[in-house]
């Protein structure tokens, strides 16, 4: 039984949760005079089975390409979950488990349509589903054409943090959750990047072509620090635009694992072992930055 809950934890690919439930949490908190939590409670149990959803889907829809039949070992961070590969579970199983999420979630946001009197809310809901499948499943199969990053950013970033101001505020579009948005989304994509680095080869033999495509997974490693300066500069802007307190300038101190995650991608770029702590640096300092952002809009 124990077993059973690891593999189910592991499909789900809940260590990953984070990179959506702490952007929800951070928009949630911008406009706090009229905070409710059953608009708070129903909005995060939306997010984070519609994450789990994608989650589901991705490995459904990668290994069905044959992407994730190059690799057969598991990597914890990259690669997907393996179980389908190692016979524990099957395509139908993630496949319908990422159906159920999507269902929760749908009812989920069928309760704040509702209670917002605002019934735009499910065709938000049902664009940004159909989406975060697209990522990886057909016909769009953002991942395989060099679009997969742009749209994690805008998934992982703008969509949560002014979903959740939108679902407190009732206010859409919004300039200052839009800027608050953007060091979450361009975390999150280094995280994506990381862990696309050591797929390279093995995405490549299946069609799948990513950003790492553009430099070469040798030298990927400057992209990726583009990446997290993009987000510094979007931490910069919402201080200066006083969106955020100067408590958000931690974010130098805690954004310095990424220096050592750039130079082992830099110097292991061929070794999956040795990148899995690049990927553990990098949702690491995701974890880390949007906690503090989350303090420096409270502050």
Not at 53 to 58: E, M, P, Q, T
Not at 252 to 258: E, H, K, L, Q, T
Request: glycine letters at 8%.
């Amino acid at each position: 039984m124990r077993q059973k809950l690891k593999n189910i934890v592991r499909a789900l690919r809940l260590p990953f949760i984070s990179a959506s439930a702490l952007p929800f949490i951070s928009g949630s908190l911008i406009e706090r005079g009229n905070f409710s939590f059953l608009n708070f409670l129903f909005g995060f149990i939306a997010v984070i089975f519609m994450h789990l959803s994608a989650n589901l889907i991705n490995d459904y829809a990668d290994s069905r390409s044959g992407a994730d039949w190059q690799d057969k070992n598991f990597y914890q961070f990259f690669g997907g979950s393996k179980l389908i590969q190692s016979g524990i579970f099957t395509e139908r199983f993630y496949f319908n488990a990422a159906v159920f999420c999507a269902l929760v979630s749908f009812a989920c946001v069928g309760f704040l349509a509702l209670v917002l009197n605002r019934p735009s809310v499910i065709g938000f809901y049902l664009l940004i589903i159909f989406l975060s499948w697209s990522y990886s499943h057909k016909p769009l199969q953002f991942s395989y054409h060099k679009l997969g990053e742009v749209f994690i950013f805008l998934l992982f970033g703008p969509a949560l943090v002014m979903g959740g101001y939108f679902i407190q505020s009732g206010v859409f579009p919004d300039l200052k959750s839009f800027i608050l948005s953007l060091p979450f989304g361009f975390l999150t994509t280094a995280i994506l990047f990381a862990n696309e680095i050591p797929d390279f080869s093995t995405d490549y033999k299946a069609g799948k072509f990513t950003w790492v495509g553009i430099t070469g997974h040798e030298r990927a490693f400057y992209l990726y620090l583009i990446l997290i300066i993009l987000a510094l500069v979007s931490v910069l802007l919402g201080i200066l635009m006083g969106f955020l307190s100067p408590v958000a300038l931690f974010y130098f101190v805690i954004s310095f694992p990424a220096a050592k995650a750039a130079g082992i991608q830099k110097r292991f770029f061929n070794d999956k072992v040795r990148l899995m702590e690049s990927s553990r640096l990098t949702i690491g300092l995701q974890a880390a930055a949007s906690v503090v952002l989350i303090l420096a809009i409270i502050l």
